[in-house]
């Protein structure tokens, strides 16, 4: 089970405390789920951004669960309009279900991005493009474009959409979503629809910057 697997290389131009909080749930012949609640830190040095989070995630199938307590970390460069970026995913020890000891999804990847530009009054566009090497030795390259309305300062409209690489036979080759930000709130929906007769998945997320 996996949400919105390509993530758009983004830079914020300040030092930052950033929180979010995230949940996926698929309801097949035994539920299952999963919640992450995330503490992160940017901060800017000499025009590179960095970035670190750790983040207390739980898996739940079925009557059973476990959490466990994963690292992120990653840079980003801006250069002109377009972001380079660099990430390593989801670092610890995996959660402990039924008995039986998984392993997190771990992920380390390269991006390259654009700052969203306007290419009408209120409208942006920016895309993206990454390939990430996951567990495995399993290389998944991905892209999407997001489509951001803003009626006013403070105020953002976005439509997402992805393409990538289907590491498992259910998953499927697209993705999408939309997202709500006033200020420092933002408010996200990611959606992704599964194959061989799974129902979708659904990812809510929303963070404070």
């Not at 929180?19 to 995330?38: E, H, I, K, R, Y």
């Not at 895309?127 to 951001?148: D, I, K, Y």
């Not at 006013?152 to 993705?175: I, K, N, Q």
Request: glycine letters at 14%; one cysteine or more.
């Amino acid at each position: 089970m996996q949400h919105l697997t390509w993530h758009a290389p983004t830079a914020a131009y300040d030092d930052a405390v950033r929180f979010g909080a995230t949940t996926l749930s698929d309801g097949g012949a035994v539920s299952a789920s999963s919640s992450a609640f995330t503490v992160g830190l940017a901060r800017s040095i000499k025009g590179l951004q960095l970035g670190a989070s750790v983040k207390f995630a739980e898996d739940r199938l079925g009557p059973t669960g476990d959490g466990t307590v994963a690292i992120d970390v990653g840079a980003v460069r801006s250069m002109g309009r377009t972001l380079l970026s660099v990430s390593a995913q989801n670092l610890g020890v995996g959660p402990r279900l039924g008995g039986v000891s998984g392993t997190l999804p771990r992920r380390l990847g390269v991006g390259i991005g654009s700052v969203p530009f306007a290419f009408a009054e209120h409208w942006d566009v920016a895309a993206q493009a990454q390939l990430t090497l996951e567990g495995e030795w399993f290389v998944r390259p991905a892209g999407g474009m997001e489509v951001l309305y803003v009626p006013v300062d403070g105020v953002a409209f976005a439509c997402r959409y992805g393409v990538r690489l289907p590491r498992e036979r259910d998953e499927s080759l697209v993705t999408a979503g939309l997202g709500f930000t006033v200020d420092r709130v933002s408010l996200d929906y990611a959606l992704e629809p599964m194959r061989g007769g799974r129902p979708l998945s659904h990812r809510v997320g929303m963070r404070i910057r």
